[in-house]
């Protein structure tokens, strides 16, 4: 079986946990590119992409965001199939026509999320399931033609339109990537104190159910690629 190529548009601004976390859940071939220095793939001669999260928000007027949203719209018009994270949930979103805006209020730690029960990108997940969470933005008008997925009390968490798919949360975080994270945030002592004692063992394994999230972009990228390259005049 070919392995899978996926273009990784990391726009993390060089932290190494990203690097780390996508290559143990993502069963492809990787290239990645530093969106934050200005890196996209030449050309779209993938089976997929996936777009990371970012200390950034998508509206800001900034060089490299702009390059990042260029490259996906051309990527979006090959109907390369794509899966954004946080804040690339948010950047498909804001491509494919949508609404993104700060909340006013920041969502981070473990949440519960529920989802549709009929999507491709949730199955075998509970209808009601535990993720870690960290954005103070979030997309508030979904693009034109899109479904969403899965919500919460803060906002939407995920959606889909076509072969473009976007989740809010972080299935790819680790118990090292979400102590670090809360360390180095603008929060108050308690709020801090609180945030890190949820980040247990016991619930980092609750989260590890919505990592099929993963599992499930891959299958759909597969089965997009085998369609793709299947002759015409082979038999069903």
């Not at 200390?55 to 900034?62: A, T």
């Given at each position: 079986m070919r392995q899978l190529r996926l273009a990784v548009l990391n726009a993390a601004h060089r932290d190494v946990n990203t690097t780390r976390n996508f290559r143990r859940e993502l069963d492809a071939s990787l290239a990645e590119f530093d969106v934050t220095e200005g890196e996209v793939?030449?050309?779209?001669?993938f089976d997929g992409a996936v777009v990371t999260g970012s200390r950034s928000s998508v509206y800001w007027d900034e060089e490299w965001i702009e390059?990042?949203?260029?490259?996906?719209r051309g990527a979006i018009d090959r109907e390369l199939p794509i899966l954004?994270?946080?804040?690339?949930h948010q950047l498909l979103a804001d491509v494919l026509g949508g609404t993104v805006e700060a909340m006013g209020v920041y969502e981070v730690g473990y949440s519960e999320i529920e989802?549709?029960?009929?999507?491709?990108l949730f199955d075998g997940i509970s209808r009601e399931f535990t993720v870690f969470t960290s954005h103070y933005d979030a997309v508030t008008e979904l693009p034109p033609g899109a479904e969403s997925l899965a919500e919460n009390e803060y906002s939407n968490h995920g959606f889909r339109r076509g072969r473009v798919f976007g989740v809010q949360f972080h299935p790819e975080y680790d118990i090292k990537t979400a102590r670090e994270l809360v360390l180095r945030k603008d929060l108050s002592e308690e709020?801090?104190?609180?945030?890190?004692?949820?980040?247990?063992?016991?619930?980092?394994q609750r989260?590890?159910?919505?990592?099929?999230?993963?599992d499930n972009f891959v299958e759909?990228?597969?089965?997009?690629?085998?369609?793709?390259?299947?002759?015409?005049?082979?038999?069903?």
């Amino acid at each position: 079986m070919r392995q899978l190529r996926l273009a990784v548009l990391n726009a993390a601004h060089r932290d190494v946990n990203t690097t780390r976390n996508f290559r143990r859940e993502l069963d492809a071939s990787l290239a990645e590119f530093d969106v934050t220095e200005g890196e996209v793939p030449d050309g779209f001669d993938f089976d997929g992409a996936v777009v990371t999260g970012s200390r950034s928000s998508v509206y800001w007027d900034e060089e490299w965001i702009e390059t990042t949203k260029e490259w996906v719209r051309g990527a979006i018009d090959r109907e390369l199939p794509i899966l954004g994270i946080c804040w690339g949930h948010q950047l498909l979103a804001d491509v494919l026509g949508g609404t993104v805006e700060a909340m006013g209020v920041y969502e981070v730690g473990y949440s519960e999320i529920e989802h549709g029960g009929d999507s491709r990108l949730f199955d075998g997940i509970s209808r009601e399931f535990t993720v870690f969470t960290s954005h103070y933005d979030a997309v508030t008008e979904l693009p034109p033609g899109a479904e969403s997925l899965a919500e919460n009390e803060y906002s939407n968490h995920g959606f889909r339109r076509g072969r473009v798919f976007g989740v809010q949360f972080h299935p790819e975080y680790d118990i090292k990537t979400a102590r670090e994270l809360v360390l180095r945030k603008d929060l108050s002592e308690e709020r801090r104190r609180s945030v890190l004692d949820e980040i247990t063992e016991e619930n980092y394994q609750r989260a590890c159910e919505a990592k099929l999230v993963f599992d499930n972009f891959v299958e759909y990228v597969r089965e997009r690629s085998e369609a793709v390259s299947k002759p015409e005049n082979a038999s069903a």
